[in-house]
């Protein structure tokens, strides 16, 4: 097929147009160049993952990145509030009613956590959502997500919270501009809780916070807790009590992320959080996986979650593993 031709097939499927024949033609020139890109790195034939073509092709990585990868806003990380950090110790699968047990430190001669967890097969987790293009939100994401979670393990009940709440109600965050989930784990834990997605639902734009809506609570947390950076085992024990926030460099290719596990090429420019939902081993290639999930819509990746490369020591695969925090 003529790349203009699958171009146009590309542009029919996605609902794309553009304001211009000029425009069109440079979307059509960034198009061209990320399908050579796309089908070089599938060509290697010595990763571990497969890139497709997706409704992002018509983006070059910094409009990309622009768009959808910078939108966290790093401090440093989380300590304790009393000031040391906190660590879950329970397993998958928990009483569910919020009997979790907190220490520090590595945890010594702590029982191994189970092989693999995977918190979407107890349907727990609700379908990933997407962000959009004109919102730099994924921090509300992960603050409502690994909630959404918490909830359901607490009551048994998995209930869609509103992101939009946090967007407009949060004013320790930048609402479309920037946030951070410890500082949204603390705004819902002044304010009561969060509201429901259908209550709230939402714009991808910053507006006023409607406080009458903001007031109706449907989950609720108590504070927040967060895991010494560089230890992919804690976080592994982590997870298998309840998921984590994790905030990532979004790396090369992984724009047009299709399946498989991802091994970067990445570094550790933490600037996007995901939320981990479990964890793994491949059976065919017997690459260990972080369960990612993300805020890019259902359409990308695997039906919006991404695996990602675990055990890599250090700050972990994209630095997964240097500012890792949850509710409770």
């Not at 047990?101 to 029982?111: V, Y």
């Not at 990746?301 to 700050?315: A, S």
């Amino acid at each position: 097929m003529l790349m203009m031709n699958r171009f146009l097939q590309w542009q029919a499927t996605h609902n794309r147009s553009y304001l211009s024949a000029e425009e069109r033609l440079r979307r059509f020139e960034v198009y061209r160049n990320n399908v050579e890109y796309i089908e070089a790195t599938n060509r290697r034939g010595d990763l571990t993952y497969e890139l497709g073509e997706n409704e992002f092709a018509d983006l070059t990585q910094d409009e990309f990145l622009a768009r959808y990868g910078s939108s966290y806003s790093y401090d440093g990380g989380y300590r304790g509030d009393d000031g040391t950090d906190s660590v879950i110790t329970t397993t998958a699968g928990g009483s569910g009613d919020g009997d979790h047990m907190w220490s520090s430190g590595a945890g010594g001669d702590k029982p191994p956590p189970p092989p693999s967890v995977d918190w979407r097969a107890k349907g727990a987790v609700v379908p990933p959502k997407s962000q959009s293009s004109s919102c730099s939100s994924c921090w509300a994401f992960v603050t409502v997500a690994t909630i959404e979670t918490l909830h359901w393990i607490k009551t048994g009940r998995l209930v869609s919270l509103s992101e939009q709440q946090l967007v407009d109600c949060d004013m320790y965050d930048g609402g479309c501009n920037l946030g951070s989930y410890h500082r949204g784990y603390k705004w819902v834990v002044e304010n009561g809780g969060l509201t429901t997605e259908a209550e709230y639902p939402y714009r991808a734009v910053r507006g006023p916070c409607n406080r009458a809506k903001s007031a109706r609570i449907a989950a609720k947390i108590t504070g927040q807790g967060a895991i010494p950076p560089r230890n992919e085992l804690i976080m592994q024990r982590a997870v298998a009590g309840q998921p984590v926030g994790v905030a990532i460099e979004v790396g090369s290719g992984m724009q047009f992320y299709r399946s498989g596990v991802y091994s970067g090429p990445c570094g550790t420019r933490l600037a996007h959080a995901v939320t981990v939902v479990g964890y793994g081993t491949d059976p065919s290639t017997g690459a260990k996986y972080w369960i990612v999930k993300n805020s890019w819509g259902q359409t990308w990746g695997e039906q919006g979650y991404i695996r990602m490369r675990r055990d890599v020591g250090g700050p972990g695969i994209c630095g997964i593993a240097l500012d890792v925090a949850y509710p409770y």
